[in-house]
């Protein structure tokens, strides 16, 4: 048993020296991250945790184009945000109910939170789990350091749910990671900040799930979020300098008044107009600083 | 089951003995072709059934079409596509609609019926559809990625593929029912019939030619998948199709997990692009919106504006 120990031990202390030489090294999130870092192994829980819940067979593991395999077809978004490998447990109860562990290494914390983000809903629990955790119907996502943890049960029960949470709580504990939100959280206006569902951003395949604003990627952004409230939805796009903001928005203003998806682009200043689309949303685009901010108000709201 | 089919299945049953002697493997490259095409022309188009028993919402989306012998003569060999994406809530075709396809096509006095499959045994037992095959007593064949299980369909004028590599199998029956379950897809936002073709393409196929090398996610790139998913659905013609529009996905498509909805709908038809059109209406998306259906239309492969398809929408 001791032996035992020490080896986990030993394999702990080598991940976590290797994930934090590959963090010292880390270029900023970006699309081609580098190879996977992390033994994920040693973040399953084992049974003398579980009360009641046990591995069922051996875990799956992928790595970079290889999640394919295990996302049959739609393994893309996982992509944009970083992924780097994910391992898959199955456990299950006395009654073979079973629930799904998937723990993915993403490029680093900010694509962890970006991919969490992405794949939390708005109607969810927030739990003390991880950095975020967020409980829906019948999974629950959470983040730690690099990690996107994801539980999913056989259905919304209130059994299920309990095995979801004893679950992460476990997976939780093994983890010593640690990372903070992206720095461009923390720039949302105060009157966002109650948004429903904030959800940040590393490239357009994310934004066009949200909202498509044009059929190829105008906007370029190096990270950006958007934050949904009501009928309403601010999105924030950040680029490397102000320059460059400065230049893309020139570029923005322009593909608005050549589009014909949009009418009455109207200039309010030099750093801001405002636009309507075919299905009659309004849009107010801004430059300010280093970042493009646009205020897109559905026209259900404005015919109230 | 048979006893809910009534006058049209009778009608049908009647005309299929003397269209049955011209049947065979052409059957595969498309309904449109077939001398069955002529039958049951008072059914639907489309049928759009809403209800919570999906074995018998199945059976009635295929009454209102003309009846199962419309599609499944006496002796034939049936092929059956459902979608086993993952064992999440909203992914996957469900069981009860397989059965009843099933039973359906065994009533109809199918000779042999199949589910083909380019994914794995473990796919199959944790969706609950391997029980359904197994309790049947149907044969489930998992086609493996050798090249040789595959075979090369020129795809003539198409967008950007010129061929596909379609699984041999396939072309060992006489006819291919497609089942799909539609729900949201965070590349291309739309999971329907034309995507679920993808699952007789050669995954290694599928991987190297419908996704850009380096997982490009541009616009473009998706565009691209889209383009390949139409060119695809030139090259394979399902005799009929039934899409699970009951408890799905709206989010995090295509494995989840993602938000549920339950639109508690059965889908079924010939004409992808309209019922494509149709279950992305329940997912809040417009056909012409959506690439691969735009591009499908413009293919003539089908009808996006359901203003001239005749759907008829019944609740069981």
């Given at each position: 048993m001791k032996g035992r120990l020490f080896l986990g031990g030993a394999i702990f202390a080598l991940g976590l020296s290797a994930y934090f030489a590959a963090e010292e090294a880390q270029k900023p999130a970006g699309i081609v991250p580098s190879p996977p870092q992390l033994n994920l192994l040693q973040f399953l829980p084992t049974a003398p945790d579980l009360r009641g819940w046990q591995p069922k067979g051996p875990p799956q593991h992928y790595k970079g184009e290889d999640l394919f395999l295990y996302i049959d077809g739609g393994a893309e978004i996982y992509r944009e945000y970083g992924f780097k490998q994910v391992i898959v447990q199955d456990y299950r109860d006395a009654n073979d109910r079973s629930i799904t562990l998937e723990i993915f290494e993403m490029a680093n914390a900010e694509s962890a939170y970006g991919m969490f983000s992405f794949k939390s809903g708005a109607k969810g629990i927030s739990y003390s789990i991880g950095h975020d955790a967020r409980l829906e119907d019948y999974y629950l996502n959470f983040w730690k350091g690099p990690l996107l943890i994801t539980l999913i049960g056989f259905d919304a029960s209130a059994e299920c749910r309990e095995g979801i949470l004893r679950l992460a709580r476990a997976a939780e504990a093994r983890i010593p990671l640690t990372g903070t939100r992206p720095s461009l959280i923390s720039i949302l206006p105060k009157e966002?900040?109650?948004?429903?569902?904030?959800?940040?951003?590393?490239?357009?395949?994310?934004?066009?799930?949200?909202?498509?604003?044009?059929?190829?990627?105008?906007?370029?952004?190096?990270?950006?979020?958007?934050?949904?409230?009501?009928?309403?939805?601010?999105?924030?796009?950040?680029?490397?300098?102000?320059?460059?903001?400065?230049?893309?928005?020139?570029?923005?203003?322009?593909?608005?008044?050549?589009?014909?998806?949009?009418?009455?682009?109207?200039?309010?200043?030099?750093?801001?107009?405002?636009?309507?689309?075919?299905?009659?949303?309004?849009?107010?685009?801004?430059?300010?600083?280093?970042?493009?901010?646009?205020?897109?108000?559905?026209?259900?709201?404005?015919?109230? | 089951m048979a006893s809910k089919f009534g006058r049209r299945e009778f009608i049908s049953k009647s005309a299929k003995i003397s269209v049955s002697a011209v049947l065979g493997k052409h059957l595969i490259s498309g309904f449109a072709d077939s001398p069955l095409a002529a039958l049951a022309k008072d059914g639907a188009d489309i049928a759009v059934i809403t209800g919570t028993d999906y074995a018998a919402m199945t059976a009635k989306a295929v009454e209102l079409l003309g009846g199962i012998g419309r599609f499944v003569p006496k002796n034939a060999r049936v092929v059956l596509l459902p979608n086993v994406q993952s064992k999440n809530p909203g992914t996957f075709t469900k069981p009860e609609i397989l059965r009843a396809v099933i039973k359906m096509c065994k009533n109809a006095g199918a000779k042999e019926i199949a589910c083909l499959s380019l994914l794995t045994q473990q796919h199959w037992d944790g969706t609950g559809l391997a029980q359904v095959v197994q309790e049947e007593g149907i044969?489930?064949?998992?086609?493996?990625?050798?090249?040789?299980?595959?075979?090369?369909?020129?795809?003539?004028?198409?967008?950007?593929?010129?061929?596909?590599?379609?699984?041999?199998?396939?072309?060992?029956?006489?006819?291919?029912?497609?089942?799909?379950?539609?729900?949201?897809?965070?590349?291309?936002?739309?999971?329907?019939?034309?995507?679920?073709?993808?699952?007789?393409?050669?995954?290694?196929?599928?991987?190297?030619n419908f996704h850009k090398p380096n997982w490009t996610t541009d616009p473009a790139a998706i565009e691209h998948l889209d383009k390949c998913i139409a060119?695809?659905?030139?090259?394979?013609?399902?005799?009929?199709?039934?899409?699970?529009?009951?408890?799905?996905?709206?989010?995090?498509?295509?494995?989840?997990?993602?938000?549920l909805i339950k639109p508690l709908k059965v889908i079924a038809g010939v004409d992808r692009v309209a019922i494509d059109t149709t279950c992305a209406s329940i997912l809040g998306l417009k056909g012409e919106e959506l690439t691969q259906i735009k591009k499908a239309y413009e293919k003539k492969l089908g009808e996006i504006d359901l203003t001239k398809v005749k759907i008829q929408e019944v609740k069981v």
């Open positions: 966002w900040a109650d948004s429903a569902r904030i959800i940040y951003l590393k490239g357009v395949l994310g934004l066009n799930n949200i909202h498509v604003f044009f059929p190829y990627d105008l906007f370029r952004f190096k990270e950006g979020l958007a934050a949904e409230r009501n009928s309403s939805t601010l999105f924030i796009f950040r680029y490397a300098n102000t320059e460059e903001a400065a230049a893309r928005f020139s570029e923005v203003k322009k593909a608005f008044a050549k589009s014909p998806s949009y009418k009455n682009p109207k200039s309010l200043k030099a750093n801001d107009f405002e636009s309507t689309d075919a299905k009659g949303n309004i849009l107010r685009v801004e430059l300010q600083g280093d970042s493009i901010r646009i205020t897109l108000t559905k026209s259900t709201v404005l015919k109230k | 044969v489930l064949k998992l086609i493996s990625s050798e090249a040789a299980n595959f075979r090369t369909v020129p795809i003539a004028g198409g967008s950007v593929l010129t061929e596909a590599k379609i699984t041999n199998e396939l072309y060992n029956y006489d006819l291919f029912i497609n089942m799909p379950i539609t729900k949201d897809h965070a590349g291309n936002k739309f999971t329907g019939t034309m995507k679920n073709l993808m699952g007789l393409n050669s995954r290694d196929h599928n991987r190297a060119d695809l659905n030139t090259a394979v013609k399902p005799t009929l199709n039934i899409v699970d529009a009951t408890e799905i996905i709206r989010t995090n498509g295509p494995m989840g997990p993602g938000e």
